[in-house]
């Protein structure tokens, strides 16, 4: 079992930030790839970010490419997702997400291969 626990969510107007975590407890969170996904009204989950178990490589949906980065600490047991230059369009309730392989050597952006959901967060961008 793993618990997943998302926050950094709000309310922020159009070309501001936010920074999002995802805290993780329950397995060795540094042998797992993490993902952030994000699900707007009336819309799919679609695919956002994720991170290799070591750092070393990250995926972006092109849709925030150049403008969110992922990152984490495995240290802390914990992932961010740094967002910039927000539009409107990434308002959403953004999950984090646990990969279903330990030590996977590719990056992978299919929901169905994660099997850890955290609650979720809300972010809203105003214009």
């Known amino acids: 079992q793993v618990d997943l626990g998302e926050s950094g969510g709000g309310l922020v107007q159009a070309g501001g930030s936010l920074r999002l975590s995802c805290a993780a407890s329950g397995r060795t969170f540094s042998w797992y790839g993490m993902g952030w996904f994000r699900q707007a009204p009336g819309k799919e989950r679609e695919f956002v970010a994720t991170i290799k178990w070591d750092s070393s490589s990250t995926k972006y949906a092109d849709s925030v490419k150049g403008r969110f980065t992922i990152s984490r600490d495995n240290a802390k047991n914990t992932v961010y997702l740094q967002m910039n230059s927000l539009k409107p369009e990434d308002t959403a309730v953004y999950s984090c997400?646990?990969?279903?392989?330990?030590?996977?050597?590719?990056?992978?952006?299919?929901?169905?291969?994660?099997?850890?959901w955290g609650q979720g967060t809300q972010v809203t961008v105003s214009s």
């Open positions: 997400a646990a990969d279903k392989v330990a030590f996977r050597t590719t990056l992978v952006d299919s929901i169905k291969e994660y099997d850890y």
